[in-house]
């Protein structure tokens, strides 16, 4: 098999796809532009929407991309599995009313086996199709694999309710018996047991019916115009290219580790308890790219994810005895990786460090006290026989140590203990309502509670006000760090509204 870099696989897919006719569509920014519907950009497709609801037409109905994407609805599972990340890249190959089933499937082998491509064993390969798709089952027959290497599986078909769906064909790399210790086989595959084995390197979703809700699947009418969507994982290719254990011992993620080998003292074991190195590894990398995307660490929204991914990987970096703030020195590095297909990271290494730096000097002042408080509360429900923080502990650790509640539940994990949520909400639906009932009073107060109550019934404006204020803030950040010679005002007439002037004088004021 050909060892790749994880820049040389990025750079075959484009090639052979461009070959195919396809235009490359450059990797969007994280932070979705005019779709509320996601937080970030989570897959190769994400961007391309306006093309398939038919909102925009493209100038080239094939496209190919290499996707930067965030996903965060599993983070406490990062470093724990070997293919569990925050920030991924994903390859993809589109069509949007051209070409279908066909082409997708018999190109789709043709990269992967022929010798100027990726050159996989054909023998390594397994595929996986709906049951009722025998187009799929029959075309990758014609293509010389073997009808033991075709899975059927009711899970491989795509529908979100009402519209666009059909089914799709996963591929799969076998990675061989040394990843299947308990010599379990192709009931690997044909039960979707999570294993380390088959390998999913490839999904083809072949949108061919719109979906009805009021009749069974099999009377869905066929689409006018047929899409093909794909994915394939960088990380996962990589690691099959360079013979790698895991993602992290990629060239994607090694160097990271590195980094942090020399900040700790301690070595990084790929066969040992190696959780906070990878975690480390995962989350700078999300928080690099996403900083440089415009998005930063807050208490809401996008916001509050980057913020809990750098206060967990703050507490990994004092599981390997890091007392200082060390996140900030890794972002060159994730530069460095990156460079050939991703400059802007090394184009914004220094706000990016002073973003990172800030919040771990921030982090730093109450995260030694609250995890020492942590660990003495834990020691003494241990000694007691007890397994669940009490929700009141829980809430202290988050108002006064600035303990998210998910690191809370982390550090409970690793000891064998539970959370009291409830306990938690009920205490802080208490400090809520104290601070309710303190504004209520006369005087002063009860001027503060006309303002407050202002607030709400003027909601659209209040938040006008945080974003116009976040956004000032985050400008006056950039022109600081980038020393910019020529000085820039903004224009008041921006807004009329004098409580938002404020903040535009504010950010003239801080910049001249």
């Known amino acids: 098999m050909k060892n790749l870099s994880s ?123 709906y049951p009722d798709d ?25 529908e979100i309710g009402a519209g666009p769906s059909g089914p799709d064909t996963e591929i799969f790399f076998d990675r061989g018996t040394d990843f299947d210790p308990e010599n379990i086989g192709i009931r690997l595959l044909e039960e979707d047991i999570e294993n380390d084995r088959y390998i999913e390197i490839w999904n083809i979703v072949l949108s061919q019916f719109n979906a009805d809700p009021a009749v069974p699947r099999s009377e869905y009418k066929e689409l006018p115009n047929k899409n093909i969507d794909t994915g394939a994982g960088l990380e996962r290719l990589a690691a099959i290219f360079q013979g790698a254990k895991t993602n992290f011992e990629t060239d994607l993620f090694l160097p990271i ?34 900083i440089g995307d415009g998005a930063l660490p807050g208490n809401e929204g996008r916001g509050y994810v980057l913020r809990r991914l750098l206060r967990r990987a703050s507490m990994h970096g004092q599981r390997l005895g890091i007392t200082e703030p060390f996140l900030y020195k890794l972002v060159e590095t994730v530069g460095n990786i990156m460079e050939s ?14 973003i990172v730096k800030s919040e771990e000097e921030s982090f730093a002042r109450t995260i030694h006290t609250g995890s020492q408080f942590a660990e003495q509360l834990m020691d003494k429900l241990a000694a007691e026989g007890k397994s669940e923080i009490d929700g009141r502990d829980i809430f202290k650790l988050y108002d006064t140590y600035g303990f998210q509640v998910e690191l809370t539940e982390e550090l409970a994990e690793h000891r064998g203990m539970t959370l009291d949520i409830a306990g938690f909400e009920a205490a802080m639906k208490e400090q809520q309502d104290r601070a309710r009932a303190s504004v209520v009073k006369g005087g002063s107060m009860g001027m503060q509670n006309e ?56 950010l003239q004021t801080m910049v001249l």
């Open 7 to 129: 820049a040389q696989i990025r750079q075959m897919w484009l090639d052979f796809w461009k070959s195919k006719g396809h235009s490359v569509e450059p990797s969007a920014n994280l932070v979705p532009v005019n779709d509320p519907t996601l937080l970030w950009i989570n897959s190769g497709v994400a961007t391309l929407k306006k093309y398939f609801d038919g909102s925009v037409i493209p100038d080239n109905p094939r496209i190919t991309n290499a996707q930067k994407s965030i996903r965060t609805n599993d983070i406490e599972n990062v470093g724990k599995t070997a293919r569990h990340h925050t920030m991924f890249e994903m390859l993809g190959n589109f069509s949007i009313g051209d070409y279908f089933r066909d082409e997708a499937i018999e190109w789709g082998f043709e990269l992967l086996t022929s010798p100027e491509w990726f050159a996989f064993p054909k023998d390594k390969l397994y595929m996986t199709y």
């Open 134 to 158: 025998m187009d799929s089952y029959n075309r990758w027959i014609a293509l010389g694999v073997e009808p033991s290497h075709l899975i059927p599986l009711e899970d491989n078909f795509w």
């Open 257 to 290: 580790i590195r980094e942090v080998e020399k900040i700790s003292g301690k070595t990084y074991d790929q066969d040992g308890d190696n959780m906070s190195f990878k975690v480390i590894a995962d989350h700078i990398r999300a928080l690099s790219f996403a």
């Open 341 to 354: 297909y991703y400059p802007e990271v090394l184009e914004k290494r220094a706000f990016i460090e002073k």
């Open 451 to 506: 303002t407050w109550l202002l607030s709400q019934k003027s909601r659209p404006l209040f938040m006008a006000k945080q974003l116009l204020k976040q956004a000032y803030l985050s400008l006056w950040l950039i022109m600081r760090v980038q020393k910019q010679s020529q000085k820039v005002k903004p224009s008041l007439s921006l807004t009329k509204h004098h409580s938002m002037q404020k903040w535009v004088v504010r």
